[in-house]
């Protein structure tokens, strides 16, 4: 794509107050004259900090920017000379949303707009508008700053109040006389925005996407009270500033007021986040609650008057928001427990922190993060102790008198350990915890007029309506989408609708979003309108809940505004076997809805570019969607977090400093399959010095036994393998030797023949000392790790056979044990438990041949199969085979569209089609099917740079004969080959 290079000369701009609030939105606006003659193509360019939309007399131009580092902040252009009134007044309007907290996706930075508008006057570019004191900019007071985090890894649940705010602020007849002039902050290079980049990838998609039918309808009654609560920056307020994990000891306390005796409910619907509940003095013992973790209740009793609440919330915090919840039948209030909360204040106090550390996993702890010698668990990651001790840190007798306090009136010899919460950590209401507890649900028969919703047909569905109750229903949108909820309603001013998406339901269960507050609060003006969302979901299932309507709510239309990197789906694969068919199909899905502005895990929960898995999802969309420009743009995101570690962090641009050493291995690994798919050299030699910095900073983590020996977040399957966070771990050692062999050969291209032999040097002297160290005679096998204490693992992993077969690091006899383990995993080893492990087994298979191209089909069917049998639309994070992947028995897997698990999309075409490159850049292709057991397919893979390959093969004369078709374009040489033992028909056309 075109790259726009601008000549800035706008300045940075804000508003009054604090450079960088929480859960801010801010509207600028701008309105200006437009010659009826002189204008040529106009292009308007800008960025914010944190997100934006673009409205321009009137029309949503665009949203953005894309996910950057905010020394590098990249800068959208856009096209907007039809948008223009020539000789007229013209308004330029931007929402800024900024978050004020970092998140996985998000470095913490400030409130602030840049806009540049450039005219063509015979050729030459003039800037017409730049920002700067004559914008006019205020909050937009529909939307609740109180809202909840949506998760750890994003920003804010969104909840908008249309009758606080006029719908029409961007529109050119809106009085803007009454806002304030925009504060400048400085031109461009301005901290922290040093640098602005041009956008290096095209606008996303969005489309529109009806849902299919409305699933149920319940009569509900909600709990009396919920709330949202941020206990992570209360008890450590400079954790905005990171993403990192946390950890604290401490209380949060409220007091809750009643006339008389009763009976009440707590719910706790994020139980991870309270470590134990006391109510007036009394501690509720396990017993005392009901629900399966993260989700608990508990009956308590409450005395007329004031009941003191107390919870210990000690342990280690990532950023996840508690959803807390009461219920009662009578009427309550909370209070302070200091009496009178400030104006800024809530009802809630926190008592501490007595100890409090940053958790970052690559770190030596001892030095870098903390002085307490208790507290070891905290920043190893591994949890909290049962019970910390005295010697845990200085203020233990303190922190344990805490438990004690019985009333507010015990409080005060403990004055200095308390703050009130302020009003921003704890939102009014919680719309997760209203969505999953209710205190009554009756289950109504769906009028098929309520089916208008789902209906493009113009006609409302009136939404029933229940005395003395809510009304929920679930819409279905018949598969899982990533975007923005969009509707259309007529309801009387006050009337609200809470929407909730999640991803699976069946017979009745549902698998709520746990750790993601999915959900957007919408209070109505009066009359007829439409919303569209400002932030992204992703979700299958929407459940909808009008609450304190005045008349009957008409429904227009639930939509979504599907989002995703814009891709042609130039793929394909068609076999004698349905049920691949269906596999490929949700195989291709789950990666489309994964391509956003870089690959993302999953639409749902987090939304994050994690390094490794995208090595994974380059590969299927190569062969799927043919996109080169996004994987691009990932690898070269990845080095700007040296700035973090010099190990480079395995989700990017990311506030969390965490290292998975196999992930970085795995981005290496990706930039030379990059190179020997495009034939880029100017990539490569932009990306070998990168390469080259952090491979040797992993050098200085060898050991003297030659093995890499360090500490991190050393994963590479959700499965129970041994892979402790210290010691030597022997798949990531074994990856990292085939990171160096690749290294070696991106060297050689760059010319740096002497590093390619060093690293090739390197790679043998690590593949000897892991079979000298790291392979058991006794089992025949390499065992899983070698602890930080010395303590050789007991465990066997398919995982680590798998590896040391891909890997090149078993030759010989223990090369053909490796193969038996790929065929007849023995059932003492711990067994593959995610797709993403998958994937390197089938790479493991597929070099085996046809043999092992048998074994990856029978495994797809079985494995994918049962996310077919279950109506699944999308991959699975993980399979449902260990109990360790999951809290509940019907949950069969935690996110339901993740594209670390895409596998069969790239492995039917590459090896079943048989379509592989056998030359850089695809100049030389080799068409290879290998049958397995069907009788025919037929598909698509693209070419990078253009063009296609299609395949068409079918056996005839009872598996003798192979007759295949090739169609390729005529500059691509074609070496075409039929299987072993069979003849071939073969038909080559050029196109």
């Known amino acids: 794509m075109e790259h726009a290079v601008i000549n800035w000369q706008a300045q940075w701009i804000w508003g009054e107050g604090e450079e960088s609030p929480r859960n801010t939105w801010r509207c600028f606006r701008r309105t200006f004259e437009v010659p009826a003659e002189g204008w040529g193509a106009a292009k308007l360019s800008l960025t914010a900090d944190s997100r934006y939309v673009l409205i321009v007399n009137g029309t ?60 063509d006057c015979s050729g ?55 806002w304030p002039a925009a504060v400048l902050i400085g031109p461009v290079g301005t901290q922290p925005w040093s640098k602005l980049i041009p956008r290096d990838i095209p606008f996303l998609t969005e489309e529109l996407v009806w849902p299919v039918r409305i699933e149920s309808l319940h009569q509900v ?117 200091l009496g009178e909360a400030g104006a800024a204040d809530s009802s809630f106090i926190s008592i501490g922190p007595f100890a409090s550390c940053e958790v970052i996993d690559h770190l030596d702890t001892h030095e870098a993060l903390h002085a307490y010698q208790g507290f070891n668990s905290f920043a190893s990651g591994e949890g909290l102790k049962e019970e910390l001790d005295e010697e845990a840190f200085p203020a233990y007798s303190t922190y344990l008198a805490i438990r004690t306090i019985a009333s507010s009136a015990e409080l005060s010899p403990f004055r200095e350990w308390i703050r009130p919460f302020p009003l921003e950590l704890v939102s009014r209401d919680s719309i997760f915890a209203l969505s999953i507890w209710k205190k009554e649900s009756q289950s109504q028969a769906i009028p098929y007029s309520l089916q208008q ?20 229903f679930i819409i279905d949108f018949g598969r899982e989408l990533s975007g923005y909820i969009q509707f259309e309603v007529d ?101 489309r809805l994964c391509m956003e502005d870089t690959f993302v895990d999953c639409p749902a929960y987090e939304q994050v570019f994690w390094v490794g898995d995208s090595r994974n999802e380059a590969l299927v969309n190569y062969y799927v969607f043919g996109a080169t420009e996004i994987v691009e743009r990932c690898l070269r995101l990845v080095p700007g977090s040296r700035t973090q570690t010099p190990l480079y962090v395995d989700q990017v641009p990311s506030g969390w400093s965490s290292v998975i050493p196999n992930w970085t291995f795995f981005w290496a690994l990706a930039c030379c399959e990059y190179f020997a798919h495009t034939g880029d050299e100017q990539f490569a030699r932009d990306m070998w010095p990168h ?73 043998l002297q690590l593949s000897q000392a892991i079979n000298a160290h790291l392979w058991s005679e006794e089992r025949g096998a390499y065992l899983d790790c070698i602890h930080a204490n010395g303590r050789k693992s007991d465990v066997f992993s398919m995982q680590t056979q798998v590896i040391a077969y891909l890997c090149g690091i078993a030759e010989g006899e223990r090369g053909e044990q490796m193969k038996t ?123 990078p740079r253009e063009g296609r390959i299609d395949v068409a093969w079918r056996l005839e004369e009872d598996g003798r004969v192979m007759r295949l078709q090739v169609w390729a374009p005529r500059s691509v040489e074609v070496e075409i080959r039929i299987p072993d033992g069979m003849d071939g028909i073969v038909e080559r056309h050029e196109v």
Not at 249 to 261: H, L, P, S
């Open 491 to 591: 309801a009387s001013e006050g009337s609200i609708l809470d929407f909730y998406g999640f991803e699976y339901m069946r017979d009745g269960w549902r698998q709520d979003t746990f750790h993601l507050d999915n959900t957007l609060c919408y209070t109505c003006s009066e009359g007829r309108q439409s919303y569209t969302s400002f932030v992204r979901r992703g979700f299958r299932y929407l459940m909808v809940t009008a609450r304190n309507a005045g008349r009957p709510i008409k429904l227009y239309g639930v939509q979504l505004l599907q989002s995703n990197y814009p891709v042609a789906e130039v793929g394909k694969f068609h076999c004698s076997d349905a049920l691949l068919n269906d596999i490929w199909q949700i195989s291709k899905h789950t990666t």
């Open 821 to 943: 383990y790929l065929f007849a995993p023995p059932v003492d080893f711990v067994q593959i438990g995610s797709p993403f492990m998958s994937f390197f087994y089938y790479e493991a298979l597929a070099q085996i041949g046809s043999s092992g191209v048998e074994r990856i089909i029978t495994d797809m069917r079985y494995h994918f199969g049962q996310m077919i049998d279950y109506d699944a639309t999308t991959c699975w994070e993980m399979y449902p085979n260990f109990a360790e992947n999951r809290a509940n028995p019907d949950m069969l897997t935690r996110s339901h569209c993740h594209a670390w698990s895409a596998a069969p999309a790239y492995f039917l075409g590459a090896n079943v089609l048989g379509v592989t490159a056998a030359d850089k850049g695809w100049r030389k292709v080799v068409v290879a099917p290998q049958p397995a057991d069907l009788q025919w397919a037929r598909g698509t893979v693209p070419l």
């Open 221 to 337: 009654k909600p709990v009396a009270w919920t709330a949202s609560i941020d206990i992570r920056n209360q008890l450590v307020p400079d954790s905005v500033n990171h993403a990192n994990p946390v950890g604290y000891v401490g209380y949060m306390a409220a007091v809750i007021r009643t006339r008389e005796a009763a009976k009440a409910s707590i719910g706790l619907m994020e139980a991870g986040r309270v470590k134990a509940c006391y109510v007036n003095g009394e501690w509720l013992s396990e017993d005392r609650y009901s629900g399966v973790l993260p989700e608990r209740y508990a009956e308590i009793d409450l005395k007329a008057g004031d009941n003191f609440l107390l919870m210990e919330t000690t342990g280690v915090d990532h950023g996840r928001a508690l959803q807390l919840g009461i219920d009662c039948e009578i009427p309550f209030e909370l209070i302070s427990p």
């Open 453 to 472: 919703a789902v209906i493009p047909s113009g006609t409302p569905a009136i939404v029933p309506a229940y005395e003395g109750a809510d009304t929920e």
């Open 60 to 119: 949503q131009v665009g949203r953005g920017p894309v996910r950057s580092w905010p020394f590098e902040l990249a800068y959208d252009t856009y096209d907007i000379e039809h948008l223009l009134y020539k000789g007229r007044t013209n308004t330029i309007a931007v929402m800024v949303i900024h978050f004020g907290v970092s998140n996985f996706y998000y470095l913490r930075g400030r409130g602030g707009l840049v806009v540049q508008v450039e005219s």
């Open 124 to 178: 030459q570019s003039k800037v017409e508008l730049v920002t700067d004191e004559k914008w006019k900019t205020s909050l937009h007071l529909g939307y609740d700053s109180r809202s909840g985090r949506m998760a750890c890894q994003q920003g804010f649940a969104e909840r908008m109040d249309a009758r606080a705010w006029p719908t029409a602020w961007h529109s050119d007849n809106f009085d803007e006389s009454a």
């Open 691 to 763: 390469i080259r910095f952090t491979l040797e900073h992993f050098e200085q983590k060898l050991d003297e036994r030659g093995l890499l020996f360090i500490k991190g977040w050393n994963l590479l399957d959700w499965a129970p393998i041994d892979q402790p966070n210290h010691g030597v771990v022997t798949h990531q050692n074994m990856i990292l030797v085939k990171t160096l062999r690749s290294a070696a050969e991106l060297a050689k291209v760059v010319g740096e023949a002497g590093d390619a032999a060093a690293y090739e040097g390197k790679a």
